[in-house]
């Protein structure tokens, strides 16, 4: 089923979202940022590995991980 995800996937629209930041404590600048940005995604598999690769006008973030397996991620 996984394998169904893989290729380039775009945001179209999110609801809620400055909400959600703002629940979350994030500034009123980042949010405002946050909530213009329509991030392109990329996901990836390379034998058992995965990448999924986060593309916007204001950062890439790349994430490598197996399926089943913890992963240790930090984000803003």
Do not use: C, Y
Request: hydrophobic share 35%; proline share 3%; no cysteine.
């Amino acid at each position: 089923m996984a394998a169904t995800m893989i290729g380039d996937w775009k945001l179209i629209s999110s609801e809620n979202f400055e909400e959600l930041m703002k629940a979350l404590g994030v500034g009123l600048i980042m949010r405002k940022i946050g909530n213009t940005t329509k991030p392109n995604v990329k996901l990836t598999q390379n034998g058992d590995e995965w990448t999924l690769t986060t593309t916007s006008s204001i950062k890439t973030h790349t994430i490598k991980f197996k399926l089943n397996e913890p992963v240790d991620e930090e984000t803003l």
